[in-house]
């Protein structure tokens, strides 16, 4: 069994800054390319940033300058560090990973969502 894990949601003023963790657990070997995704209420879920295996990184234009991607691949973790919050950045926020496990298969999963709430 592989499961994401997120942490580090919350409530916060706008302007102010979040870092959220994702970390892997059970019969992993690796994450492979791993991204953040977030559902605001009444909108389909969108792509946030995504990071390879070699820490090439990608940003939705809406969080380009204010949120930064990263991993830490001896703890299986990956991070979204979000300064300069905005209340239309209010959503649930969801890691998606790309898991080698310790058989070899490779699969892909999805957290469970951790909210976000920004207020102006």
């Known amino acids: 069994q592989v499961h994401l894990v997120e942490s580090g949601g919350g409530l916060v003023q706008a302007g102010g800054s979040l870092r959220l963790s994702c970390a892997a657990s059970?019969?992993?070997?690796?994450?492979?390319?791993a991204g953040w995704y977030r559902q605001a209420p009444g909108k389909q879920r969108e792509l946030v940033a995504t990071?390879?295996?070699?820490?090439?990184?990608n940003y939705a234009d809406s969080v380009k300058g204010r949120f930064t991607i990263s991993r830490d691949n001896a703890k299986n973790t990956v991070y979204l560090q979000m300064n300069s919050l905005k209340p239309e950045d209010t959503a649930v926020y969801y890691c998606?990973?790309?898991?080698?496990?310790?058989?070899?298969?490779?699969?892909?999963?999805w957290g469970q969502g951790t909210q976000v709430t920004v207020s102006s």
């Open positions: 998606n990973g790309d898991v080698l496990n310790i058989y070899g298969s490779r699969w892909n999963y």
């Open positions: 059970g019969s992993i070997s690796s994450i492979n390319a």
């Open positions: 990071i390879t295996s070699g820490g090439t990184t």
